[in-house]
């Protein structure tokens, strides 16, 4: 069975503070694939990054950055000198790696940032 | 521009009523998804299409029906089955694909803009 836990459901933080977004999932799949998407107030899902569990090496996109730790099975999200446009709903999800795609969501963080 | 269209952006019901959500996408992707989001939580798949006139069930189908004629559209209709059917509905698209192995595989999804369906 597929699962995905976002333990946080709301977080504040100050503009320039960095905050990280927790994500710990559950599969019996060897290969997966798992995400991070950004809701804004707009409801709009904007794809974030994909990162296949082969590779775990963490990544950095500006001041987006992405912890992967198989061992933990956690994908942990942090944002650096947080701004006010960072403010929305963010969901990680996990799906095979193969067959049909069905995307497995958390139930999403809220974070917002306060100028 | 290439993208993922939804209409309408806000659609209001009358108990009863069957209602048809669209989903169009010009990005040339061969699989079509439809989600349902309530408020607080994640998105649930209602049904999901990895090519012309073929759709399958996701985890919350009962009370919906799709169709997926052209490889562009894929609508949604929910029907007076649906016993709870206000909602936030997603529809998303991605590539399919046959990997090295021979096996399926589909890639990222990405999603339209989202119907907000309320019933009066």
């Known amino acids: 069975a597929q699962k995905v836990t976002q333990a946080q459901t709301e977080i504040s933080v100050v503009e320039k503070e960095d905050v990280t977004l927790d994500c710990v999932y559950e599969t019996r799949d060897t290969t997966y694939y798992l995400f991070w998407y950004k809701q804004p107030p707009s409801g709009e899902l904007v794809f974030l990054i994909r990162?296949?569990?082969?590779?775990?090496q963490n990544e950095i996109s500006g001041r987006y950055s992405w912890n992967f730790q198989k061992s933990t099975s956690s994908f942990n999200f942090t944002i650096t000198a947080s701004q006010v446009v960072d403010s929305a709903v963010y969901f990680c999800?996990?799906?095979?790696?193969?067959?049909?795609?069905?995307?497995?969501f958390g139930t999403g963080t809220r974070l917002t940032v306060i100028p | 521009d290439g993208g993922i269209t939804q209409s309408p952006k806000y659609l209001f019901r009358k108990e009863g009523q069957n209602v048809t959500l669209s989903c169009e996408q010009n990005?040339?992707?061969?699989?079509m998804y439809w989600y349902r989001q309530d408020p607080g939580q994640g998105l649930r798949l209602i049904y999901y299409?990895?090519?012309?006139?073929?759709?399958q069930k996701g985890d919350i189908a009962e009370g919906y029906s799709v169709s997926r004629e052209k490889k562009e559209s894929f609508p949604l209709t929910v029907t007076s089955a649906q016993k709870n059917p206000t909602a936030f509905y997603l529809c998303?698209?991605?590539?399919?694909?046959?990997?090295?192995?021979?096996?399926?595989?589909?890639?990222?999804?990405?999603f339209g803009p989202g119907t907000r369906l309320t019933v009066l």
């Open positions: 999800a996990l799906s095979a790696a193969t067959g049909a795609n069905n995307l497995f």
């Open positions: 990005l040339n992707h061969d699989a």
């Open positions: 299409s990895q090519i012309v006139n073929d759709f």
């Open positions: 998303a698209s991605s590539i399919d694909f046959r990997g090295t192995s021979g096996r399926r595989r589909t890639d990222t999804q990405y």
């Open positions: 990162r296949n569990s082969f590779d775990e």
